[in-house]
Every structure is written in C-alpha cells, then in structure tokens.
C-alpha cells in the first residue's frame, strides 16, 4: 500500500511560461510533486482506479516542464520532504547551484472539514494548515511560486446545479447532503464562504477543489480538478496569467463535469501577493476549439433563457465616523461613471444584507460589495473579522448574504466584495440577520452552484480605500480597463498593496468566468436615427425621459444616468442635423404629447435586445412592465384565444396564466416583442387591441420587422402619432468595442481592426454590420490567434449559432430536443435554396417556404429573393453544392466577390483536411 516515491524524469525540460509579462523572462527550475492516496484495501474508500489515472495524466502534461516525484508515503514522510532543503534537492534531482521557481503541489485524497486530508495508512491524517507551514521553513522554496491543488472533501454537502433540469435526474445518496436541499434561515452552509488568513506568506496559491463544508468529487477517469487541469493545460490557444489558467479549471469543471451529472463540485482559489505568472501557449499539444476558448470562459451578461442581465449594482457599507468619506465617494463616482454601476450606500449591515439577499432584480448581472471597515483576524483559528458597529464578527457573515440557501437571486452570476480596512467605526450597534429565498426560476436567471460566482479582495493596510480609488483611476485613464478583468485587476492590486503584520492582501475567487472590465456596451443603443415625429435627438431625450425612463425627472438617479443619453446624443448627431430645423417642439410640448413607439430591425440586427434595454430603464421609473415575445408565448396565446376584444381582460388572464394575478393598472408598460410572430387572424385582434391602448394612452412599444411597420402606422393613423426607431449598422468604433468586450484578455485593439478589415476585403463586412452576428462572431475559435480568417468556417460558425437561437427562440427548442434536427435540416435547405435563387435571379419557386426572414438571411418579395445576409446565402450555396465555380464567374462583381472568397476558404479546409 505505500511505496516511497518515484521521480518521473523525460529528458530536457521545456519552461512551462514566462515571468512578470516578458516572454525573455522563461520560468526555470519547475518541480511538480504528487501526493496521492488510492486506499486499494479499503473497500468503502477504494479510489485505485482513479488514482491511478490522476498520477499518470499528472505525469504525461508536466513532464515536458517540470520533474515530477509522486509518492504514497506516510504522513511525517511527506511533511519532511516539502520542509526538508536536503530531502527536496535529492528528491528532484537539484544541483547546488539550483532553486525551484514554481513548484506545483498536487494532494489528491479523501478529507473532511477544517482541511483534514488523509493517508490510507490506519488513523492518519495531516492538514492544510501543516502543509503551509513546512512549506514556509524550506529555504529554497522561500522564492518560488507554489501551486498547491487540494482535491479531498472539505464536508459532505453536494454542490447540486440549482435552477437546472438535471436536477431531476439525480441519484440521492445517504453519505451526502444536496445543496438544495440545506434547511434555509440556518448557518449550515456559512463555512463555505469562511476566510482565513492562512498561510499569510507571499508566493502561495491554493486552489481547492470545493469550498469549506462540501465535497471533491472524483470518477474513474480521475479526480474532478485533475482532469479539468490537464484539459485545461492542453488546450490553450493564448498565453495565459495563472490566474485566468486557474479560472479556466474552474469554468472547466462547471461546463463539463458538474452540469453533465447535475451536481459536482464549486472549486475555490485562494491568492496570496505573488510573482505575475504567464502559462504560454506552446504547453497546448491539442486544441479543441469547442470547449475552452477564451471567448467561451468569459462571462456572457446573458440569461440560461437568452435574456440579457446587464443591470449592475454597487453596495457600500462605510461608518458615518470614518475619515475615508471623500475617498469613497470619489470611488462610487468612479463606479458610476466607468461601469455604468447603480450605487447604494447603507447606514447598517441589516439594510444591506436585504438589498443583497431579497431586493435584487431579475435583469441584475452582477453586484458589487464594498466594506470599510476596521480588519483583524481571530487568534485561535485565523479567521478574518470586520468591525461592523462596535462588533467584530466574522466576514463570512457579509459574504453569507449573497449565496445560498440565504439567497437565490445570485445563482450563476459574478458577485465581487472589496474589504478595505479603515482605522474608524461607528459607535451604533446593528445585529446581521438570516433572510432566505427559494430557489427559483425565471427567463432572467442562470444556473449554477450555490458555491460559485464569489470574487473576494481583501486589503489590509491603513490607506485601503484611498489606495484602491488611485488603483481602479490608473486603469480607467491608462486604458487598462477595455482589456483588463477584474481577477487580474484585483491580482495586480494585490502585487502593488502593502503588507500588514497580522492579514496578507489576499484574493479568493469561486467564480469560474472571467468577469471583464469592460462591462457591455448597450451598442445596440447607440446606432439608430428616428424617424417621425420625434426625430430629433433633444426630442429624443426628452420623449424617451417623459415616456417610460425617467432620466431626466428630477429624480437622484437622474444623473448618473444622464451620460447614457448624452452618449445616445453624440453617436445620432450626424444624422440629426438635417432634422434640428424642421421639428422645433420645446421639452413642455413635449410632456404633454403620447407616441406609441415601434423599433424596426430585421432579424439578427438588435431590435429584442433595444427593446430590452429600454424595457430595463423603464423600471427604475417603478412602471408595471409586461414584455410579451409573440413568437412563441404559449400563455398569451392562450389568453389571446379567451379574450381577443378588451385588452385589459386579455393582459389580465395572461397574468392569470403566468402565476401573476392583478388588475390592468395606470402605470403600465407593454412590450410587443416580434409582432411579425402572430398570424393573420390573430395580428388583426391585436391591432384593434393596440388602437384601444392607444386611444387610452396606454404606454406600448412594439417591435417588429421593416416590411411590417406600415400596418401598424395606418392602424394607429388619426389616432396617435408614432416614432420609429430604425436599428442601423454598428459602426465600426462599435463593433470594435463589441469585440472588445467579449473576447477580452490581452487582445489588442489593432488585431481586432485588422480581423474587421480582413473579413471586409473578403466582401463578408455584413458579418460584423448586425449586432446579433457580431455576438456570434465574437466567440469564433481563435479569433485573434491566426494568420487569417478562413470566412467559410467563420460564417458556418455563424450560422450553426444563428440555427440555435432561432429554433430556441422561435419553436422552443434546444439542440437535445428530439424535433431539432428535422427542423434544422428543413429550413436549411429551404434557406439554401432561396439563396441559390438570389445568386442566380431567379424567380421563386411555389413549394418553397418563404416564412423565413427570423434568420436574417434573406427574405422574399413577391416572387424575387432579397438576401439579408450576403455572406450566410453564399455560405449556404456553397456548403450545400448548388453553385459551381463556372456560375460564379459569370455573376456580377458585387455578388461574386463573396463567393469565390468563400470558395477559395472552403477549398483550403478540404486540403487542410486531407
């Protein structure tokens, strides 16, 4: 059952990345140290088989870069060895003149809470804390990066996937307890957000497999964190820190082990002050482009249900007493400024436990939490304490209130704390209490661990605040921000922050994407000229202020809201000159005038997601809003069936039928979403519907396709007058802050301009015009990391996504759903057929389905094909051989361009292929 050990040597080794930035700067000396337990005598803890799997697999991805020891020894073997200076060099080998840069500590075993692990010798058992402090006494390890990973139970809670189908597929066990399932108004949980300050010592960081209180899950392919490690450390397509490495194991884990069981385990990593680290991306020896992209990792601002979250908020908790009070509100201007963050201070720990717990809201994207306060740790066990009143408590106890079972409202989503100690504190007393929330689901959540999503900076020293605000400036002025996140800003806080005595500056992360700096810009917002009565942009403002937002009214929101507007103002001023003199209406005219409100787009260009935007701004003005998505809202067309006459009694039964009863009130807003959706029949009931809202100056905005905005303009003629917000191309300034924004990392502006002028040479610039197609650009594989764009595979990328969100958002259905194939297939070849007839002019023929304009590809008009998407048609020709390359030559220039483009680009993937 033990052995003493084995060194795993394969030849030179290569350097595993790069120090500080410079790729000179190549990593030295790198030692990898395995110490694993596969209890083969016991039957109940028997894990041979995966531990078996885990040293190989260990051995097989670092070999190339480290000498790799693996042992199975006794306890006081094994803690003699990392505190050994003698025992360590003649372990791996090291010559006098040697020292380890980075030594990667792997401890795969079973364990319980407070950081026991251990051995499968009788009674034995070593922990966390012994692991660091042997460490700390081995001088040549004083210098050197340790990588410690720790897969062993921290309790016996299951991290179940909360808001997730799978769950109803679970097999219960006696030897754990489900997540969900943990009685709510209690502390059981409230170790898994404990924070220590151990090891207290620069050039440690740990990442455990699960959070305090739960367990570390494991297969017979190996443990959870193994597996995820060396995919991860196979399939870099970019250099990364060591901290997005990390993030990435954690998004790893989530995505393809914890949701293909519907339960798994939250890792969680703990960051101490450390040399800045870069893995490069020579480690990768394969690459599968599907899973582990950048672009996938990032966090997304988008619901399970495809609804945009992109509401972020900012909670302060400060003493009335302390002496930081200019320094905060420079920091809160900041916030509000740079990242658009609704800020809300709080007088005591109470309010701000509710606001975070039970008074979020659905369209919430992230929350931010800053505590000022006095820091200190507890003697006996390290844990770290805030001065909140005249009380130290425990800051698990603020941590507590934004995950569950307190609360359901954060599942899924980042939720950043900032602890910034403050010499000062208030002299009234306000006692924490439990709130508690059942978990549920809606359009705007998302599914996850109860564990995960907490992002933790902790800052010691005397003059945190003021340091902090000079920290997050830098990055706002030096440009930092656009292509930073904030693991890596508070990373280099950390680096730059003073050490303490007592508490370390240290960052603890369970969120498992990487949170960018750069929050969504809302550019569908920003690229529309009106048209109608208002079209003009202090009409604008003004009407859309007086409608449904709110902006200008007076209120304290109104301005921090108003660079919005002004953005708005700046990007439609070209076009607005040629209407200033024609439309002059002073701001009181306009307060007492009604407009219903249409926003015309074709598919794929951003009108749902405008309209959503908006939507969002109307309900800080606290409107009733009801957004109906007619294309596929089984419950308002069954309302519709019922009540097709009064649209009050209609909106009333829908309401009825969502679980929502309540009476048709005088503050309502109502969003017709797709109104191209409804049939004939039932497009005629709801026009009458909308003429009576009209008439009773009912709030209404509508979206719909061009073709179809005439119908409701003639419906509503004498009636009411009618501005319609018409979506143009995003410019490129915006599609570049797009990318920005969703590729993220390192990637420099002048690569994203270059793809963008690469793409529009090939003739495909329509890719990057329409919003919806830029998202789906944005996550192609690899980007920014090839010599060129091979347009053929980008635009099957585009499409296969555009195939997805279509039958979901259309029919319902979801690439697992048994009928999605057949559809996929139908309209595909319908959609391929239409276009062959745009290439070649030729008339439509009377069995092909013309309904079909949700993919914004092309569309008929009477019996002719206009396309919406030159490059997805000749994608489509071209993918499904209806034109060969002698029609091409014959076509016109302005349509064969894209097509031998796409033909060449297609030509090099059947050699690459072959």
């Given at each position: 059952?033990?052995?003493?050990?084995?060194?795993?040597?394969?030849?030179?080794?290569?350097?595993?990345?790069?120090?500080?930035?410079?790729?000179?700067?190549?990593?030295?000396?790198?030692?990898?140290?395995?110490?694993?337990?596969?209890?083969?005598?016991?039957?109940?803890?028997?894990?041979?088989?995966?531990?078996?799997n885990?040293?190989?697999k260990?051995?097989?991805?670092?070999?190339?870069?480290?000498?790799?020891?693996?042992?199975?020894?006794?306890?006081?073997?094994?803690?003699?060895?990392?505190?050994?200076?003698h025992?360590?060099?003649?372990?791996?080998n090291?010559?006098?003149?040697?020292?380890?840069?980075?030594?990667?500590?792997?401890?795969?075993?079973?364990?319980?809470?407070?950081?026991?692990?251990?051995?499968?010798?009788e009674?034995?058992?070593?922990?966390?804390?012994?692991?660091?402090?042997r460490?700390?006494?081995?001088?040549?390890?004083?210098?050197?990066?340790?990588?410690?990973?720790?897969?062993?139970?921290?309790?016996?809670?299951?991290?179940?996937?909360?808001?997730?189908?799978?769950?109803?597929?679970?097999?219960?066990?006696?030897n754990?307890?489900?997540?969900?399932?943990?009685?709510?108004?209690?502390?059981?949980?409230?170790?898994?957000v404990?924070?220590?300050?151990?090891?207290?010592r620069?050039?440690?960081?740990?990442?455990f497999?699960?959070?305090?209180?739960?367990?570390?899950?494991?297969?017979?392919?190996?443990?959870?964190?193994?597996?995820?490690?060396?995919?991860?450390?196979?399939?870099?397509?970019?250099?990364?820190?060591?901290?997005?490495?990390?993030?990435?194991?954690?998004?790893?884990?989530?995505?393809?082990?914890?949701?293909f069981?519907?339960?798994?385990?939250?890792?969680e990593?703990?960051?101490?002050?450390?040399?800045?680290?870069?893995?490069?991306?020579?480690?990768?020896?394969?690459?599968?482009?599907?899973?582990?992209?950048?672009?996938n990792?990032?966090?997304?601002w988008?619901?399970?249900?495809?609804?945009?979250?992109?509401?972020?908020?900012?909670?302060?908790?400060?003493?009335?007493?302390?002496?930081?009070?200019?320094?905060?509100?420079?920091?809160?201007?900041?916030?509000?400024?740079?990242?658009g963050?609704?800020?809300?201070?709080?007088?005591?720990?109470?309010?701000?436990?509710?606001?975070?717990?039970?008074?979020?809201?659905e369209?919430?994207?992230?929350?931010?939490?800053f505590?000022?306060?006095?820091?200190?740790?507890?003697?006996?066990?390290?844990?770290i304490?805030?001065?909140?009143?005249?009380?130290?408590?425990?800051?698990?106890?603020?941590?507590?209130?934004?995950?569950?079972?307190?609360?359901?409202?954060?599942?899924?989503?980042?939720?950043?704390?900032?602890?910034?100690?403050?010499?000062?504190?208030?002299?009234?007393?306000?006692?924490?209490?439990?709130?508690?929330?059942?978990?549920?689901?809606?359009?705007?959540?998302?599914?996850?661990?109860?564990?995960?999503?907490?992002?933790?900076?902790?800052?010691?020293?005397?003059?945190?605040?003021k340091?902090?605000?000079?920290?997050?400036?830098?990055?706002?002025?030096?440009?930092?921000?656009?292509?930073?996140?904030?693991?890596?800003?508070?990373?280099?806080?950390?680096?730059?922050?003073?050490?303490?005595?007592?508490?370390?500056?240290?960052?603890?992360?369970?969120?498992?994407?990487?949170?960018?700096?750069?929050?969504?810009?809302?550019?569908?917002?920003?690229?529309?000229?009106?048209?109608?009565?208002?079209?003009?942009?202090?009409?604008l403002?003004?009407?859309?202020?007086?409608?449904?937002?709110?902006?200008?009214?007076?209120s304290?929101?109104?301005?921090?809201?108003?660079?919005?507007?002004?953005?708005?103002?700046?990007?439609?001023?070209?076009?607005?000159?040629?209407?200033?003199?024609?439309?002059?209406?002073?701001?009181?005219?306009?307060?007492c005038?009604?407009?219903?409100f249409?926003?015309?787009?074709?598919?794929?260009?951003?009108a749902?997601?405008?309209?959503?935007?908006?939507?969002?701004?109307?309900?800080?003005?606290?409107?009733?809003?009801?957004?109906?998505?007619?294309?596929?809202?089984?419950?308002?067309?069954?309302?519709?069936?019922?009540?097709?006459?009064?649209?009050?009694?209609?909106?009333?039964?829908?309401?009825?039928?969502?679980?929502?009863?309540?009476?048709?009130?005088?503050?309502?807003?109502?969003?017709?979403?797709?109104?191209?959706?409804?049939?004939?029949?039932?497009?005629?009931?709801?026009?009458?519907?909308?003429?009576?809202?009209?008439?009773?100056?009912?709030?209404?905005?509508?979206?719909?396709?061009?073709?179809?905005?005439?119908i409701?303009?003639?419906?509503?003629?004498?009636?009411?007058?009618?501005?319609?917000?018409?979506?143009?191309?995003?410019?490129?300034?915006?599609?570049?802050?797009?990318?920005?924004?969703?590729?993220?990392?390192c990637?420099?502006?002048?690569?994203?301009?270059?793809?963008?002028?690469?793409?529009?040479?090939?003739?495909?610039?329509?890719?990057?015009?329409?919003?919806?197609?830029?998202e789906?650009?944005?996550?192609?594989?690899?980007?920014?990391?090839?010599e060129?764009?091979?347009?053929?595979?980008?635009?099957?990328?585009?499409?296969?996504?555009?195939?997805?969100?279509?039958?979901?958002?259309?029919?319902?259905?979801?690439?697992?759903?048994?009928?999605?194939?057949?559809?996929?297939?139908?309209?595909?070849?319908q959609?391929?057929?239409?276009?062959?007839s745009?290439?070649?002019?030729?008339?439509?023929?009377?069995?092909?389905?013309?309904?079909?304009?949700?993919?914004?590809?092309?569309?008929?008009?009477?019996?002719?094909?206009?396309?919406?998407?030159?490059?997805?048609?000749?994608?489509?020709?071209?993918?499904?051989?209806?034109?060969?390359?002698k029609?091409?030559?014959?076509?016109?220039?302005e349509?064969?361009?894209?097509?031998?483009?796409?033909?060449?680009?297609?030509?090099?993937?059947?050699?690459?292929?072959?």
């Amino acid at each position: 059952m033990s052995h003493s050990g084995e060194l795993y040597e394969d030849g030179q080794k290569e350097s595993i990345g790069y120090w500080d930035g410079d790729p000179s700067e190549a990593v030295g000396v790198t030692c990898a140290l395995i110490v694993h337990y596969s209890f083969s005598e016991n039957t109940v803890l028997n894990r041979q088989k995966c531990d078996r799997n885990d040293v190989e697999k260990f051995k097989k991805h670092l070999g190339r870069y480290a000498r790799v020891f693996e042992t199975s020894e006794h306890k006081s073997d094994v803690l003699n060895l990392i505190s050994s200076e003698h025992r360590l060099r003649r372990t791996f080998n090291l010559r006098t003149d040697e020292e380890p840069e980075l030594l990667f500590l792997f401890i795969v075993t079973h364990g319980d809470k407070d950081g026991y692990m251990e051995t499968h010798f009788e009674h034995e058992y070593f922990t966390v804390n012994d692991v660091y402090e042997r460490l700390k006494q081995n001088r040549i390890l004083q210098n050197a990066l340790k990588l410690i990973f720790i897969s062993a139970c921290r309790g016996d809670i299951r991290d179940d996937i909360i808001q997730s189908m799978r769950n109803a597929n679970v097999v219960e066990s006696k030897n754990v307890v489900p997540s969900q399932t943990i009685e709510q108004g209690t502390d059981t949980n409230i170790n898994a957000v404990r924070v220590t300050a151990e090891p207290n010592r620069e050039n440690f960081i740990t990442m455990f497999a699960s959070v305090e209180g739960t367990v570390a899950l494991d297969s017979n392919e190996g443990s959870f964190i193994g597996e995820s490690f060396c995919a991860c450390l196979n399939s870099l397509e970019k250099d990364v820190s060591i901290v997005e490495f990390l993030t990435r194991i954690m998004f790893c884990i989530d995505r393809e082990l914890n949701r293909f069981y519907g339960y798994g385990e939250t890792p969680e990593v703990k960051i101490f002050k450390h040399r800045e680290l870069t893995i490069t991306k020579k480690v990768a020896e394969s690459y599968d482009p599907v899973h582990l992209t950048l672009s996938n990792v990032n966090y997304d601002w988008i619901s399970d249900k495809m609804k945009h979250i992109l509401k972020r908020k900012a909670h302060f908790y400060i003493s009335y007493q302390s002496k930081d009070g200019l320094n905060v509100s420079n920091l809160q201007d900041l916030l509000r400024s740079n990242f658009g963050l609704q800020v809300k201070q709080h007088d005591c720990l109470k309010t701000l436990a509710l606001s975070i717990s039970a008074k979020s809201e659905e369209e919430d994207g992230c929350v931010f939490i800053f505590i000022v306060a006095q820091l200190r740790t507890e003697e006996k066990t390290g844990e770290i304490f805030a001065k909140i009143d005249d009380e130290f408590i425990p800051i698990k106890r603020i941590l507590y209130t934004s995950i569950g079972p307190n609360t359901g409202n954060w599942i899924g989503k980042p939720k950043l704390f900032v602890f910034l100690n403050s010499s000062e504190a208030s002299t009234s007393r306000d006692n924490y209490y439990d709130v508690c929330q059942v978990y549920k689901e809606s359009d705007f959540t998302r599914s996850g661990t109860i564990h995960a999503g907490l992002l933790s900076l902790i800052l010691p020293q005397q003059n945190a605040v003021k340091f902090f605000n000079g920290e997050l400036e830098e990055y706002t002025k030096s440009g930092k921000m656009r292509t930073s996140t904030f693991q890596q800003f508070f990373t280099d806080v950390q680096r730059k922050a003073i050490n303490t005595f007592e508490i370390k500056p240290m960052v603890i992360s369970t969120l498992e994407m990487m949170l960018g700096m750069s929050f969504p810009c809302q550019t569908v917002a920003k690229n529309f000229i009106l048209t109608g009565v208002y079209n003009n942009v202090r009409v604008l403002r003004s009407a859309l202020s007086n409608m449904y937002i709110g902006f200008l009214r007076g209120s304290a929101r109104a301005a921090h809201s108003r660079p919005e507007i002004m953005a708005i103002e700046c990007m439609l001023a070209d076009s607005d000159q040629a209407h200033v003199g024609r439309v002059e209406k002073s701001i009181v005219e306009l307060k007492c005038e009604y407009t219903v409100f249409i926003i015309s787009a074709h598919a794929g260009w951003g009108a749902s997601a405008l309209t959503q935007i908006l939507t969002s701004r109307a309900s800080e003005e606290e409107r009733k809003i009801t957004n109906v998505n007619l294309s596929n809202d089984n419950e308002f067309y069954k309302a519709l069936n019922y009540c097709n006459k009064d649209y009050k009694a209609l909106f009333q039964q829908y309401w009825q039928l969502k679980g929502q009863p309540r009476p048709f009130g005088g503050n309502e807003l109502i969003v017709l979403d797709n109104l191209d959706g409804l049939r004939s029949a039932e497009l005629e009931s709801m026009l009458k519907m909308v003429r009576q809202m009209a008439k009773d100056r009912v709030c209404l905005m509508i979206s719909m396709w061009p073709k179809s905005e005439e119908i409701v303009e003639k419906s509503l003629q004498g009636i009411c007058p009618v501005t319609i917000v018409h979506i143009n191309h995003a410019s490129r300034e915006n599609q570049i802050a797009l990318l920005e924004s969703r590729i993220g990392g390192c990637v420099q502006r002048d690569a994203i301009e270059s793809i963008l002028e690469e793409i529009e040479r090939a003739g495909a610039g329509d890719l990057t015009e329409k919003i919806g197609s830029l998202e789906h650009l944005a996550t192609f594989p690899n980007l920014t990391g090839q010599e060129s764009v091979n347009i053929y595979a980008l635009s099957k990328h585009v499409f296969n996504l555009t195939v997805e969100m279509v039958l979901h958002r259309v029919i319902g259905l979801t690439p697992m759903s048994g009928k999605y194939q057949k559809y996929r297939k139908e309209h595909t070849k319908q959609l391929s057929i239409l276009s062959q007839s745009y290439f070649c002019d030729t008339p439509v023929k009377n069995d092909i389905e013309t309904n079909l304009e949700h993919y914004g590809i092309v569309r008929v008009l009477k019996s002719r094909v206009d396309v919406l998407s030159k490059t997805l048609a000749a994608y489509l020709c071209l993918s499904e051989g209806l034109i060969s390359l002698k029609q091409i030559r014959k076509m016109p220039h302005e349509k064969r361009k894209i097509l031998e483009s796409m033909w060449n680009d297609k030509e090099q993937l059947n050699e690459e292929s072959d």
